[in-house]
């Protein structure tokens, strides 16, 4: 049963420190997708890459953020330095992105506390 | 940027078909309209996806308007587990639109 997985699932943290998120998409995924969210704004698309490369990133915040793939197996999503306002669910999903369509399977989520 | 509208929450008695809606009146001729359900705590989970013609699988069927401004999803037999948020959204890969979620619908299942 293939899945998605990200580590960690919890993460307590205080302001200013770093944090990096990571997600293992499902074997042969060509679509690596990074979102947050918050009870106030849902589900945020933060970062978008296919065959590692990024296609969209508008919606992360370029001072603090970033997300790379250092390999097709690994996505990582770092925040330095972290700010309380980050405390959400950051949820990756990978797909067998084609042309058009792009199913999205997503992970379990990081649960990210910034105090 | 093609948004989905739907209702914040509804009801549905166990046993009976649920009927989800989702207006789409932006979309673009070539945007797929795809349906996820969150469940709490859980990430979200792929459940049908459909461009013009109706669509049916294991989990539900997806009716889309002949405009294709909305469409309906339908859980034939709900089930308390079908209890969860329910999202709308319209997308094509190839298209340099950003990918927009609403705030779904929140379908509760009663016994």
């Known amino acids: 049963d293939a899945r998605v997985t990200q580590t960690p699932r919890h993460k307590v943290t205080e302001m200013g420190q770093e944090v990096t998120m990571r997600c293992q998409p499902i074997?042969?995924?060509?679509?690596v997708f990074w979102y947050r969210q918050t009870m106030m704004q849902g589900l945020e698309l933060l970062a978008y890459?296919?065959?590692?490369?990024?296609?969209?990133d508008s919606g992360m915040p370029k001072d603090r953020f970033s997300a790379e793939m250092p390999d097709a197996t690994l996505a990582t999503l770092k925040i330095q330095p972290s700010e309380p306002r980050d405390s959400a669910v950051y949820f990756c999903?990978?797909?067998?992105?084609?042309?058009?369509?792009?199913?999205?399977?997503f992970g379990p989520g990081t649960r990210l506390t910034v105090l | 940027d093609a948004k989905t509208t739907q209702p914040t929450s509804m009801d549905c008695a166990e046993g009976r078909a649920a009927n989800l809606p989702c207006n789409h009146s932006?979309?673009?001729?070539?945007?797929?309209v795809y349906w996820y359900r969150q469940i709490h705590s859980q990430g979200p989970q792929y459940i049908i996806h459909?461009?013009?013609?109706?669509e049916t699988n294991e989990m539900a069927s997806l009716i889309i308007t002949e405009d294709r401004k909305s469409s309906t999803l339908i859980l034939p037999h709900a089930t308390l587990r079908d209890t969860a948020v329910y999202y709308c959204?319209?997308?094509?890969?190839?298209?340099?639109?950003?990918?927009?979620w609403g705030l779904g619908t929140s379908l509760a299942v009663n016994p």
């Open positions: 074997l042969g995924h060509n679509t």
């Open positions: 459909g461009l013009k013609n109706n």
């Open positions: 959204i319209a997308y094509n890969a190839g298209n340099n639109r950003k990918l927009i």
């Open positions: 999903a990978s797909g067998l992105g084609s042309l058009s369509t792009d199913t999205q399977y």
């Open positions: 932006t979309i673009s001729g070539n945007e797929y």
């Open positions: 890459f296919r065959n590692r490369a990024p296609l969209d």
